[in-house]
T-cell receptor, first 113, second 114 residues
Framework: NAGVMQNPRHLVRRRGQEARLRCSPV?????VYWYRQLPEEGLKFMVY????????ESGMPKERFSAEFPKEGPSILRIQQVVRGDSAAYFC???????????FGPGTRLLVL | ELKVEQNPLFLSMQEGKNYTIYCNYS?????LYWYRQDPGKSLESLFV?????AVKQEGRLMASLDTKARLSTLHITAAVHDLSATYFC??????????????FGKGTLLTVNP
């Protein structure tokens, strides 16, 4: 009964590199959400995806960030040309339906040097 | 912008004592969640409160919701060490009843001492 899986758990990148964060939802869940937790802050909504569709990306920075949830495989949060301010914990959650309780993964801690 | 404020942010208490964590939010919402997070682990859903006056209890934890006051409380009764964790409240800020866009408080780090 695997929960939401995220990898890597820790990721170190230098400024200007790309970061790819992966999220495998609970088996059978087709709704995925990404949140970001900056130091000393609560989690903040970034994007909501269903299979092959972005439903709401109102919390995503306009540049350098993108997300996808392909028909096959995990959801990917991609950050291009990372900057130090991108250092944070990135959490993925999934739900069976869009209005149901979200189940969270353990997060990926991104550190940008 | 929806704001969710928890207090206290840090709580150190002795086993056997009672305490309450407060969660205030700034705009109308009828759905509030409490989550628990252990260090390095995922967030675990504790309670979903769906209406004004809702009260839910699980073991030593009891959560309530007052939508008119925009306030939720998480009450801890006779604390034990296993309750040590960070507790988050989260408010749904989706439009049109979609109920997916959560805004979280900063969390309350609870430490229960023997």
């Amino acid at each position: 009964n695997a929960g939401v899986m995220q990898n890597p758990r820790h990721l170190v990148r230098r400024r200007g590199q790309e970061a790819r964060l992966r999220c495998s939802p609970v088996k059978g869940h087709s709704h995925v959400y990404w949140y970001r937790q900056l130091p000393e802050e609560g989690l903040k909504f970034m994007v909501y995806l269903q299979k092959e569709n972005i439903i709401d990306e109102s919390g995503m920075p306009k540049e350098r960030f993108s997300a996808e949830f392909p028909k096959e495989g995990p959801s990917i949060l991609r950050i291009q040309q990372v900057v130090r301010g991108d250092s944070a914990a990135y959490f993925c959650a999934s739900s069976l339906q869009g209005f149901e309780t979200q189940y969270f993964g353990p997060g990926t801690r991104l550190l940008v040097l | 912008e929806l704001k969710v404020e928890q207090n206290p942010l840090f709580l150190s208490m002795q086993e056997g004592k009672n305490y309450t964590i407060y969660c205030n939010y700034s705009t109308t919402s009828d759905r509030l969640y409490w989550y628990r997070q252990d260090p390095g682990k995922s967030l675990e859903s504790l309670f979903v409160l769906l209406s004004n006056g809702a009260v839910k209890q699980e073991g030593r934890l009891m959560a309530s919701l007052d939508t008119k006051a925009r306030l939720s409380t998480l009450h801890i009764t006779a604390a034990v060490h296993d309750l040590s964790a960070t507790y988050f409240c989260a408010v749904d800020m989706s439009e049109g009843g979609s109920n997916y866009k959560l805004t979280f408080g900063k969390g309350t780090l609870l430490t229960v001492n023997p």
